[in-house]
């Protein structure tokens, strides 16, 4: 794929990661369109691209309505003239144990509530999908060659206290390879899918964390700091140039490890 001069659409793209992915994007010439539920930051981040020459339409919209999918994507091709990849970094999280239980009588005093675990299923997972089916839709429609590139976590191996969050990212992890072998099976051979899956990473819910929680966690990481978004997006970029990584999901975490030094 040529990186100059394509066009991609990043979900969650004025905040974290998401943002710098648009902003490395814009860097190597790519035509941005930066898709958020937060308008006034999706302006911002649209706004700052064009400042420093590149090109950027902002978009506010909710990954869970369809028609908000609809919208963004139509409203991208309309404006570029072709679709050629889709990052999903639209997340939430909403953390919390699947039962908590009353010191004094051992009884359950509280479960998770529904609405907790349905949100961060509805906004990761299937913002993700809807994200990644309408993109591929345009793609195959418009002829272009594309890249999917849904988000995943470390943490899809399974975390405490993430019962919800875990579970989208598990499902998450498993896309690359059954949308690409279904993309086998019907005979759609330019568009491939490359899942990203972070470890701890340098954003604002991390570093203004309680220091010595961060310091217990970053004992457990090889190299000894939190992962940068910024590579992060080197990694989305290599992997837009790089056609023989598909299919797959690529862990990015300075060598995550439980305790005892077992690789997670």
């Given at each position: ?200 990473t340098e954003t604002a819910l991390l570093t203004q964390m309680n220091q ?39 862990e990015i975490t300075g060598g995550l490890c439980y305790p005892h030094g077992?690789?997670?």
């Open positions: 794929m040529q990186i100059k001069d394509s066009v991609a659409i990043v979900t969650g793209g004025a905040s974290g990661i998401g943002q710098a992915v648009t902003r490395r994007l814009a860097r190597e010439g790519v035509k941005v369109a930066v898709v958020d539920v937060n308008d006034a930051q999706v302006a911002q981040v649209a706004n700052e691209i064009r400042a420093a020459g590149g090109e950027a339409i902002g978009i506010q919209a909710d990954v869970t309505r369809e028609e908000d999918t609809a919208r963004f994507i139509q409203l991208t091709v309309e404006t570029f003239g072709q679709l050629n990849m889709a990052v999903t970094c639209a997340g939430i999280i909403r953390d919390g144990t699947m039962l908590s239980l009353d010191k004094q009588t051992g009884k359950v005093s509280r479960k998770l509530d529904l609405e907790k675990f349905r949100s961060v299923i509805d906004v990761n997972l299937n913002g993700t999908f809807l994200t990644l089916r309408d993109a591929a839709e345009a793609m195959v429609n418009g002829g272009w060659p594309g890249l999917l590139v849904p988000i995943s976590s470390v943490n899809k191996v399974g975390q405490i206290g993430q019962l919800n969050y875990s579970s989208a990212k598990a499902a998450i992890e498993r896309m690359p390879k059954i949308i690409v072998g279904e993309f086998l099976l019907r005979g759609i051979q330019n568009i491939r899918c490359v899942g990203i899956a972070p470890g701890y010595d929680a961060l310091k217990a966690i970053l004992a457990d990481v090889h190299l000894g700091r939190l992962i940068k978004p910024d590579e992060i997006a080197d990694m989305i970029t290599y992997c837009m140039s790089n056609e023989a990584l598909n299919a797959t999901t690529i077992i690789a997670k």
